[in-house]
């Protein structure tokens, strides 16, 4: 708490953020990285047959990237600027002191994207003949690299929460950009972004172009990209999974909420699809049924998600691995926070000395400090709103658990502050399980 805290406190803090990151990241790896690079290509394939047809089609998927990239891509962007600036602010402080000059690289690199974007989509139908056409082309190559570079900048930042290495000990930019997991997760996100985008688009292709042999040229285009992108993704998937610290891996299967055996079963389903629907891409362009069509596409969107959710949720209970906790705090502050107490440490905190009158007010802002960044007291996810989960707890039982709770469940930061602090926070849950109960308990007697 070094600043002010808002509180979503029925969706929950982390799904504001999770709702605009996985829309964001659908575009931007879908749409702003992987479609532009299958647009260069379909329009390269059209220049070499000379297929005008194709040409038309390549524009209109470039005008498609430049509306939404320029608009919910930008927005989400944005968006997930303010949202963890405002929701995790320790957090993005700690990460802006190390990557300052990376994000500034990164947003020049956007600009140059929009620009080359809106270049490229405005002369193409003035750049048509074969000399102009071929700088035209450069263009649209151009606008796929420095679509990449924004990812090759982001995913230093992202890959160093999980897996920061030498920096913990050096501090050094250089040692938290290229972290352990830097390489395998660029090189996963890339073509992953190209197998996002050959399911987006040929969605829409099949289902708008009715002219069957301009489909049939485009879909080999995509089959030639996914048969390069298909085993790249998966291996260095692979290896990106095994470059991660093993307490993440083992919180894989628990992150998704599912069982191991459902778990394995959706996951080997959507694989299964997305491999029927690259080969019959590949053996038939002229035949992909929609049904497998808007499978795959259902299949992509709900790995994306889970991806999100997964690698969120592993990192738990850390923010920036080993070095800051979820909830902002850092973990080397323990000892002092135990000694001289959270709030009196918290800038934000109303509350410095714990008396009989304002221990439940205390209690709350402990809970907001410590507790918020993962649960809430009454909100959709039943697991995490505490209101619910704990009836029939009383502040014996709460006193008992929080001080072990990182050892009982290892997704939970140690708790932080002085015994009263303790008190305060088990004074302010019971008083909150105990108004949620009764309101439910009024609401069944009605
Ligand atoms: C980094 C995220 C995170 C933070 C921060 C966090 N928790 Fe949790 N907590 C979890 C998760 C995950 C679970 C398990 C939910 C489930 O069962 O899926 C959990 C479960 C619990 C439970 C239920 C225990 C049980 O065994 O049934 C309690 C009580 C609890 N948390 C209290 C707290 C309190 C109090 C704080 C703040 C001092 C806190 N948590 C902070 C993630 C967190």
């Known amino acids: 708490m070094n600043f002010p805290s808002v509180d979503y406190s029925w969706l929950g803090n982390g799904t504001v953020i999770a709702m605009i990151a996985i829309v964001h990241v659908i575009i931007s790896h879908g749409v702003a990285i992987g479609t532009s690079v299958l647009t260069v290509s379909l329009e390269h394939r059209a220049f070499k047959t000379n297929n ?15 509306i939404i990239t320029t608009t919910v891509g930008a927005m989400t962007g944005v968006g997930i600027w303010f949202s963890t ?4 602010p320790d957090s993005i402080g700690s990460l802006l002191r190390i990557f ?8 020049v690199c956007f600009i140059t994207e929009v620009i080359l974007l809106i270049i490229y989509y405005y002369t193409w139908d003035r750049w048509q003949d074969p000399e102009k056409k071929r700088k035209h082309i450069y ?3 151009g606008l796929s690299i420095v679509s990449w570079l924004t990812m090759a900048i982001i995913t230093g930042v992202l890959a160093a929460k999980l897996t920061p290495g030498k920096w913990i000990e050096t501090f050094s930019f250089w040692n938290a950009f290229f972290n352990p997991t830097y390489l395998p997760s660029l090189g996963f996100r890339m073509f992953l972004a190209i197998l996002l985008a050959i399911v987006l688009v040929s969605l829409f292709i099949r289902l708008f172009v009715k002219d069957l042999s301009l489909r ?4 080999k285009v995509f089959g030639f990209w996914g048969a390069i992108s298909l085993p790249m993704t998966f291996v ?7 470059s991660i610290p093993d307490q993440a891996y083992n919180m894989i299967v628990l992150a998704t909420g599912m069982t191991e055996s459902t778990f394995k079963i959706i996951n080997g389903l959507a694989l299964l699809i997305l491999l029927v629907f690259s080969v019959w891409l590949i053996r038939s362009p002229k035949k992909v049924p929609i049904i497998l069509s808007i499978a795959v596409f259902g299949a992509s969107i709900g ?15 850390f923010i920036i691995y080993d070095y800051m906790y979820a909830n902002g705090l850092l973990a080397q502050d323990r000892e002092k926070m135990n000694e001289e107490g959270f709030l009196a440490n918290a800038t934000w905190a109303k509350e410095k000395e714990i008396t009989e009158e304002n221990k439940v007010e205390a209690g709350r802002e402990v809970f907001v400090g410590q507790c918020i960044a993962c649960h809430t007291i009454d909100g959709w996810r039943t697991k995490r709103a505490l209101g619910k989960r704990l009836a029939g707890w009383d502040e014996e039982a709460l006193k008992n658990y929080i001080p072990t709770m990182h050892t009982v469940r290892v997704a939970m930061p140690p708790f932080m502050g002085t015994e009263e602090e303790l008190d305060a926070l088990a004074a302010y849950l019971k008083s909150e399980i105990d108004r949620v109960n009764n309101e439910k308990e009024v609401s069944q007697n009605e």
């Open 52 to 66: 005008q047809k194709l040409d038309g089609l390549a524009k209109n998927i470039a005008k498609w990237i430049l």
């Open 85 to 88: 600036t405002v929701i995790q």
């Open 100 to 107: 300052f000059w990376a994000w500034v690289t990164e947003w």
């Open 139 to 141: 263009i649209g190559v």
């Open 216 to 219: 049939e040229e485009s879909f």
């Open 236 to 242: 260095l998937g692979l290896w990106y999974l095994w």
């Open 303 to 317: 790995f994306i998600g889970e991806f999100e959710v997964v690698r969120e949720y592993i990192r738990k209970p």
